[in-house]
């Protein structure tokens, strides 16, 4: 009988992290002071990130060992399984094969824990007694707040305030796994204070949220920042995504043809995507194609500009595809995927031609993810939705040529905790919202002169 789920043992989980700044056609542009704009050097960074996590964001090794506790913390969940998606191709009566990389099977639902137990142990390594980050969604803060409390770690949340009030059960299951959460802009922080007294019904943005955990973290000297997505740590860690569906994909007997992910800030995409790109250096062809909103087009309508990565301007200014630090995403838009700009890494990537971007409105993603959801089964987070549309597109495009195509896809999370957007989906209330050019120049005219 032909298989459906591509399954590896505990055994089976990598060892190590691919860095694919090993391999890149020329080094990223150094990431820079925000006062002085002059490179930044290790030391920089440590009021911020403890120093494993800083040496591994400028490290030119190729693989990074994974320490034993992060591999322990792994086996909650992993490896997870790799889809062969029959009854969708059955649905699309296509020639190509369809795989997915289903990351949905960790306890928060989506692949951020693969960063998150990393980040928080590399903390705890460094005595750290607490971590401040921010989340859009949601993902990314239950991550953190189940890595913390796996090492024993205080953590506290600045959760976008449209998420906030949409996603009320991401917020719960934060505080379940002990995490404080604050729906951002907040009271907490004066850079919070100052986007309230300029607009007191902000709707709240992942670059403001970014502006309050990093000023939580560098006013205390027992707490450091996390992050969930856009810096090269981050994306190492979850190339343990990629890894395991390589040893999957030829366990199959497969290598897909085109690799695709939805891209917030990138890390699910990277994950996924970064060990295959390996093979492409060493000559092998294989498409990546990245998948964004409509509403917040980074890679597609943005500018490849030094930025700051929140709003107010405490961070470091890095090279990457931006909307503008000062950009706030349309409060309508209910697939997440609404950071200002793309990770350093992926944005050099498309800049140099070796990886696609393509924007797609938020109802046919979900009109895809229900079409997903009545074949396979797994109700898509709708982040996962826009990987899900292009990989559906994917399978159509290879039906019209006749061309036997394999498509391979992260199925980033489960929508379990998304149910209220696809509930408006179902009722017709979705809009479909393209950014308008102006709103673009508008914030694009506040990037700093670098």
């Known amino acids: 009988m032909a298989e459906t789920k591509i399954l590896l043992s505990e055994k089976d989980i990598p060892t190590r992290w691919y860095n694919i700044a090993a391999d890149l056609p020329h080094p990223l542009d150094p990431p820079l002071h925000p006062g002085t704009h002059q490179p930044l050097g290790p030391d920089d960074l440590a009021p911020i990130f403890p120093m494993g996590l800083i040496m591994q964001e400028v490290s030119a090794e190729r693989w990074i060992e994974i320490p034993d506790q992060v591999l322990d913390a792994y ?3 992993r490896p997870t399984p790799l889809h062969r998606a029959r009854r969708l191709e059955r649905v699309l009566d296509t020639p190509a094969k369809i795989y997915y990389k289903y990351e949905g099977t960790s306890p928060p639902g989506s692949h951020k824990p693969n960063t998150a137990i990393a980040q928080a142990y590399y903390n705890k390594q ?43 059960y991401r917020r719960v299951m934060m505080e379940v796994w002990g995490a404080n959460v604050f729906a951002s802009p907040s009271e907490h922080t004066r850079a919070g204070r100052q986007i309230l007294s300029e607009d007191a019904d902000s709707p709240g943005s992942l670059g403001i949220a970014i502006s309050e955990a990093v000023e939580d973290a560098v006013s205390r000297d027992d707490t450091r920042y996390s992050l969930g997505s856009v810096l090269n740590h ?14 999957q ?33 060493a000559g092998k062809q294989v498409r990546a194609l990245a998948v964004e909103p409509t509403a ?30 000062t950009f706030v995403p349309a409060g309508i838009h209910a697939g997440g995927l609404r950071y200002h700009g793309d990770a350093p890494l992926i944005s050099l990537l498309v800049k140099e031609g070796l990886m696609e971007a393509v924007a797609y409105h938020q109802n046919p993603c ?44 992260n199925l980033s999370g489960h929508g379990h905790f998304d149910l209220g957007a696809y509930d408006d989906y179902l009722a017709g209330k979705l809009v479909d919202y393209e950014l308008p050019q102006e709103k673009i120049d508008a914030a694009l005219a506040d990037l700093p002169t670098v």
């Open 75 to 77: 086996r909650l969940y």
């Open 366 to 409: 979900f009109e895809a993810a229900v079409t997903f959801a009545r074949a396979e089964g797994i109700i898509p987070a709708p982040e996962a939705a826009h990987a899900v549309k292009a990989a559906m597109d994917e399978a159509v495009a290879a039906k019209e040529t006749g061309e036997k195509r394999v498509i391979l896809f």
């Open 234 to 247: 981050v994306l190492l860690h979850q190339t343990v995504v990629g890894l395991e569906a390589k040893k």
């Open 126 to 168: 460094e005595g750290v007694k607490r971590l401040a980050t921010e989340t859009g969604a949601g993902q990314w803060g239950s991550a953190l707040a189940l890595a913390c409390r796996i090492f024993d770690l205080e953590c506290t949340v600045y959760m976008v305030k449209v998420s906030y009030n949409q996603k009320p």
């Open 296 to 325: 917040c087009p980074t890679l597609t309508k943005g500018q490849f500009r030094y930025d700051f990565g929140d709003t107010v301007g405490l961070t470091p200014l890095v090279r990457m595809y931006t909307l503008g630090h």
């Open 249 to 281: 994909m030829e366990m199959a007997g497969d290598y897909p043809d085109v690799v695709v992910g939805c891209v917030g800030g990138g890390s699910n995409f990277a994950g996924l995507c970064f060990p295959f790109l390996a093979d492409k250096f």
